[in-house]
Each structure stands twice: as C-alpha cells, then as structure tokens.
C-alpha cells in the first residue's frame, strides 16, 4: 500500500514558478511508476506528467510545452513537479498518483491513463493569476 502526500502548491502570478512535492510512505515507492494530474474547476482530471521508475522514461501532455520538468528521488520516496512560466488556465488542484507496479512495459497512453493508477494523493491547489 502507498499513501501520497501533495504539498507545495500555492497562488503565483502568472510566469512565475513552484515547484510540487508528492511524498509517499512504505517501501515500494520505487516500484512504482509516478503521474502529476490536475483538475480545473468544472473539468475533468488530465493528465500533466509522468515518470517511470527509474526515471529513464518521462512524458508529458502536450500543453507543458517545455514548461514543467517532473523528476523522482527513490530513495526519499518523492516525486517532484517543476512548473515554470505558469498561465492562468494551469490553476487546478494536481494530484500525484502511483500505478504500473512491477510492470516492465507500458505506453505512454497507458501513462495518460488516470483508470490505471492505483493510488492517488489528496492534491494540492495551484492558483496563477493573471
């Protein structure tokens, strides 16, 4: 079982930057592939980032455009979302999630795919006002 924390999250004026921390509890975190998610008001939860276990796979959506950089610390159980030049439409609630354990292969719409993540933080609120 993982338990994920979010922390981090804040309001910024737009092009400004935070960073966001996704802590996780037990001893398999590093089995584990990680995800960033956020979700709008009125929206549905999509996906933002993810990382695979040992970070020799990273993909993002495509709205990041260069601007977000997710990268894993195994041996401090944490995930990390990097978000530089933000805009306004990035405020949302994000949420880490864990999935893929023990999974050599998976694609990167499976990554995308918030159905196959099986733990989910409680999320933390970013707010970029213009």
């Known amino acids: 079982q993982v338990q994920l924390v979010e922390s981090g999250g804040g309001l910024v004026q737009a092009g400004g930057s935070l960073r966001l921390s996704c802590a996780a509890s037990?001893?398999?975190?590093?089995?584990?592939?990680m995800g960033w998610f956020r979700q709008a008001p009125g929206k549905e939860r999509e996906f933002v980032t993810a990382?695979?276990?040992?970070?020799?796979?990273?993909t993002y959506a495509d709205f990041v455009n260069g601007r977000f950089t997710i990268s894993r610390d195994n041996v401090k159980n944490t995930v990390f979302l990097q978000m530089n030049s933000l805009k306004p439409e990035d405020t949302a609630v994000y949420y880490c999630a864990a999935g893929f354990s023990g999974r050599s292969y998976f694609s990167r719409k499976d990554l995308m795919d918030l159905s196959q993540y099986d733990h989910w933080g409680q999320g933390t609120q970013v707010t970029v006002s213009s």
């Open positions: 037990g001893r398999t975190f590093s089995r584990y592939a």
């Open positions: 990382i695979n276990w040992n970070s020799d796979y990273i």
